[in-house]
C-alpha cells in the first residue's frame, strides 16, 4: 500500500462546476497537509495547506481534514479551465524526518468550458 | 535570486555517461530537498538537507546517486553511470525550515537517458 493514495483521474468537471478531490495518507504521525498544483510541465506550485481537522477556504479552494479517517480533500468551487492540472496532496513527515514531504500520484483534473 | 534556480533545464545523456545537476536554492533558506519525477508520476522523494548536512538520503535509489551542499547553500545532484530508468524530472525545493514552513520548486532538470 502506497504511503499517500490519490485516484490518478482525470477527473472531467464542466465549467462553473465543483471539483472533489481525495487523499487518503498511511502515517499517522503527520501534522501538516498540503495541496500543490502541477501544470503540465511545470514545478509543483502550493496552493493551500491544512494543519487543524475541519475545513480551511481560500478563495474558491476548500481543503478537508479528518486525522481520525486518515483523509484530506480538495473542493475547487467555481471551476475554471485554467484549473485544468494535476493536483498533488503532501502529507509532512515528522520533524525527525526533516519535515519531507511525501507526495501522492496526483489526480488530474480536466475543466470543459 | 527570486526563486529556486536549477541548471541544467534539460539534459540529455547517453547510457554510462555521469551527470551533474545544480541547485541554486532562495536566499536564506536552510532546508533543501530533491525530487525525482518520472512521468505521470508524482515526485518521489530523495534525499535533504539541513544546512550542509544531508540527514536523510533515503529515497537515493542506488549508490550510483550522491548528493553534497558542501557551503549550505548551493546542492549538486550527481548520477553516475547513468541508467534509462534515470530518464525523470529531478526537482529541487528549499523552505526557510522545514517544520511546516512552504516549499518552494525549482522548475526542474529534465534528464533523458539514450
Known amino acids: 500500500q502506497k504511503e499517500v493514495e490519490q485516484n490518478s483521474g482525470p477527473l472531467s468537471v464542466p465549467e462553473g462546476a465543483i471539483a472533489s478531490l481525495n487523499c487518503t495518507y498511511s502515517?499517522?504521525?503527520?501534522?501538516?497537509f498540503f495541496w500543490y498544483r502541477q501544470y503540465s510541465g511545470k514545478s509543483p506550485e502550493l496552493i493551500m495547506s491544512i494543519y487543524s481537522n475541519g475545513d480551511k477556504e481560500d478563495g474558491r479552494f476548500t481543503a478537508q481534514l479528518n486525522k481520525a479517517s486518515q483523509y484530506v480533500s480538495l473542493l475547487i468551487r467555481d471551476s475554471q479551465p485554467s484549473d485544468s492540472a494535476t493536483y498533488l496532496c503532501?502529507?509532512?513527515?515528522?520533524?525527525?524526518?526533516?519535515?519531507?514531504?511525501?507526495f501522492g500520484g496526483g489526480t488530474r483534473v480536466l475543466v470543459k468550458p | 535570486g527570486a526563486g529556486v534556480s536549477q541548471s541544467p533545464r534539460y539534459k540529455v545523456a547517453k547510457r554510462g555517461q555521469d551527470v551533474a545537476l545544480r541547485c541554486d536554492p532562495i536566499?536564506?533558506?536552510?532546508?533543501l530537498f530533491w525530487y525525482q519525477q518520472a512521468l505521470g508520476q508524482g515526485p518521489e522523494f530523495l534525499t535533504y538537507f539541513q544546512n550542509e548536512a544531508q540527514l536523510d538520503k533515503s529515497g537515493l535509489p542506488s549508490d550510483r546517486f550522491f548528493a553534497e551542499r558542501p557551503e549550505g547553500s548551493v546542492s549538486t545532484l550527481k548520477i553516475q553511470r547513468t541508467q534509462q530508468e534515470d530518464s525523470a524530472v529531478y526537482l529541487c525545493?528549499?523552505?526557510?525550515?522545514?517544520?511546516?514552513?512552504?516549499?518552494?520548486f525549482g522548475e526542474g532538470s529534465w534528464l533523458t537517458v539514450v
Open positions: 525545493a528549499s523552505s526557510f525550515r522545514g517544520a511546516g514552513n512552504t516549499i518552494y
Open positions: 503532501a502529507p509532512e513527515g515528522e520533524k525527525a524526518a526533516g519535515n519531507k514531504l511525501t
Open positions: 536566499s536564506g533558506h536552510v532546508s
Open positions: 502515517d499517522r504521525g503527520s501534522q501538516s
